[in-house]
């Protein structure tokens, strides 16, 4: 049964990281939180106790979960205790995607928590009413609540601390997912991490062990290299037999209190019984056989019986008790080996079950990172995603005067497909105009912006080539019916051009101007492709070719 884990959090998260155990079915988890003083100074939140604490009656270990302490490079005291590093306490409930994102657009992230004691963190900081307002709205431009959804009253507090600031507000709904993806990953790491230390400690102890009788039996040293059981075993066969003279040495393999497996020279049949009933009889590690010409001897480590060896048919029977006294000096020496052969596979597994939970939750994390990113219908990126890689897009353009068009694109008559044929046709059609569009050109940034439009930004592409583009796709579109499970569907699509251009300020104002070249292109007939500010020039009421169905 796994250690319980005792996990160190910030009394704002306390409520949050609860949640998302529960979630995750982690029974063996203990939840410890440590005081939050979130103020101004360096080194934010006290986390002497929570580092340099041993973890309580009961636990195995200690993990602390803290981003906000100006000394997270030192060592713990207690080995059992460790640490899992955040560049903020806020990165437990999102990426850097979207935090960078939110605080580069002037936002002051708060959680749920945190918005609690407000109050309390201002008068930490030494702010008043007036100083507070003056820091905040110098600082920042927004109140953000990053909402997990676990806190019904955090919106509440979030609008009252906005009033008192006089700032806006708003809440951002993360959800828990991000947070239960990194409470697996840290928790998976820190029991493979303490079975690792677990099994290290075993095999150094093993290894003083041996190092202690060496010097004694120069035969034994080769006991230590030996990490196979069976060859450890074959091993110790050879020793007995070499050290007593006899070659008829029975090695029983032992696991909880049974005889597991037999290894002979030439096996009897009463051997099994006889060794079982041996070990269950054994109180002082060995026991003489009713002939008096041999013993049965206990290989043991730590309490641990490893396994059972019957020396029989002693070729110089006076001697008994010298073989045994012989034997019963080796044996722990023996058991160490056994132990060392069964710690070395422990820690195989290990490192092999470290590996497994690496890559698993790397492609965990991939598989998240697509489904915030991507259209799940069309595969292609969603709005948040493109308004994303657009921004940065249209900064560098604008930055460094290069030219950059934006293509909407809107289905003709959409609704009339799904009322004819259904919405599940409806799917079959947008899922093949995404993959006909994308097929014209990949080096644009392709997504699904609404219900039946799409959007291609296009950078270093200037306003007649943009348009030559727009009409390539429009024909992509129209010459060919879309095949579905009712049968082909005849397909046509209105499309509208923004460039950057005279007035352009930003993103907002490039879709803006899209979308009213896109009205235009639909006020024309449809079926065509308008340039904002440009008289039309290309498909203006131009047919399709012979559409090929």
Request: proline share 4%.
């Amino acid at each position: 049964m796994p250690e319980t884990l005792c996990l160190r959090v910030c009394s704002h998260f306390r409520r949050d990281v609860e949640t998302a155990l529960a979630g995750l079915g982690e029974q063996g988890v203990r939840v410890q939180a440590y005081p939050a003083v979130c103020t101004l100074r360096p080194g934010r939140c006290n986390l002497a106790a929570a580092r340099e604490n041993p973890p309580p009656e009961g636990c195995g270990g200690a993990l602390v979960l803290l981003g906000c302490d100006a000394e997270t490079h030192a060592a713990p005291l207690d080995p059992r205790v460790h640490l899992a590093k955040l560049d903020h306490c806020i990165h437990l409930l999102a990426g850097s995607d979207v935090l960078d994102l939110e605080t580069r657009a002037g936002a002051y992230l708060v959680t749920a928590g945190w918005i609690k004691q407000w109050r309390e963190h201002l008068r930490e900081m030494g702010f008043d009413r007036e100083t507070a307002g003056e820091f905040f709205r110098e600082c920042s431009r927004e109140l953000l609540l990053l909402d997990t959804g676990n806190d019904e009253h955090a919106f509440g507090e979030l609008e009252a601390m906005a009033r008192y600031l006089g700032l806006p507000c708003r809440s951002r709904y993360v959800g828990l997912d991000y947070l239960r993806l990194f409470l697996s990953g840290a928790i998976s790491k820190w029991r493979n991490l303490a079975a690792e230390a677990e099994t290290k400690e075993v095999l150094a102890q093993a290894n003083r062990k041996v190092a202690d009788y060496a010097m004694a039996f120069d035969l034994l040293v080769r006991l230590s290299h030996i990490t196979d059981e069976e060859a450890t075993i074959t091993a110790i066969q050879e020793l007995f037999a070499m050290l007593f003279g006899c070659t008829n040495l029975v090695y029983a393999q032992v696991e909880e209190g049974r005889v597991k497996e037999i290894f002979a020279a030439e096996e009897r049949p009463q051997d099994r019984l006889d060794l079982q009933q041996a070990l269950d009889a054994l109180h002082e590690g060995y026991l003489i056989m009713p002939s008096g010409n041999g013993f049965f001897l206990r290989i043991d480590y730590r309490d641990a019986v490893l396994g059972l060896i019957l020396v029989r048919e002693i070729p110089f029977p006076a001697y008994r008790d010298q073989y045994l006294n012989l034997g019963l000096a080796i044996s722990n020496l023996c058991g160490l080996a056994i132990s060392n052969a069964r710690a070395f596979v422990k820690l195989r597994e290990t490192e092999q079950s470290l590996r497994r939970e690496r890559d698993i939750n790397a492609r965990l994390f991939q598989q998240v990172r697509v489904l915030a990113d991507t259209d799940p219908l069309t595969a292609l990126l969603n709005r948040r995603r493109f308004s994303e890689l657009a921004e940065v897009e249209f900064a560098r353009a604008k930055r460094y005067f290069k030219p950059i068009a934006l293509i909407m694109l809107d289905i003709d008559h959409f609704k009339q497909v799904n009322d004819t044929y259904g919405h599940g046709v409806g799917d079959q059609v947008i899922k093949a105009i995404a993959e006909r569009l994308r097929a014209v050109r990949v080096s644009d940034i392709l997504a699904r912006y609404g219900g039946e439009e799409l959007v291609a930004l296009c950078p270093g592409t200037r306003a007649r080539e943009a348009e030559r583009l727009a009409e390539r796709l429009r024909l992509a579109l129209c010459e060919h019916d879309i095949e579905t499970t009712e049968g082909p569907i005849p397909i046509t699509a209105s499309i509208g051009v923004a460039t950057f251009e005279g007035g352009v300020e930003n993103l907002d104002d490039l879709v803006h101007r899209a979308d009213q070249a896109l009205y235009a292109a639909k006020s024309a007939g449809r079926n065509c492709v308008r340039v904002y500010g440009r008289a039309a020039d290309v498909s203006e009421h131009r047919p399709c070719r012979p559409r090929k169905t």
